[in-house]
């Protein structure tokens, strides 16, 4: 059995799903959800950078961001959100097709 730092990630992450935020309002001003967005990202680009995506997420998710549709980029880089990025991608008007457990906040 091969031990995936990305998996036991994302176990953490659904069990804060779980336990802690289906037991409190919701609250985050971004589309998807920051756990969902961490899922996404963890999935796509793995542990360290996946990790780093999600952190930086957080980090965006404080009382005065204007929130709104915040995809996991199609191309990583940590920088994707400046226009002078190679990855830079426009604020959305409508989310990207999601891939699983959107039900989870």
């Known amino acids: 059995m091969a031990f995936s730092f990305r998996a036991v990630l994302i ?3 659904r069990w804060y799903q779980r336990n802690i935020s289906a037991n409190t309002p919701p609250c985050c001003k971004y589309y998807p959800s920051c756990s969902n967005y961490a899922i996404q990202a963890l ?5 360290f950078k996946g990790g780093l995506l999600a952190v930086l997420r957080l980090l965006r998710c404080r009382p005065w961001s204007r929130g709104g549709i915040d995809d996991v ?12 990025s190679k990855a830079h991608e ?3 008007l409508t989310p990207l097709a999601t891939t699983q457990g959107e039900a989870h906040r």
């Not at 980029?73 to 959100?81: A, E, G, I, L």
Request: charged letters at 25%; glycine letters at 8%; a positive charge.
């Open 90 to 92: 426009e604020p959305r």
């Open 11 to 13: 176990a953490g992450v």
């Open 43 to 47: 999935e796509r680009y793995g542990a």
């Open 73 to 84: 980029p199609q191309r990583y880089s940590v920088f994707y959100r400046f226009s002078w």
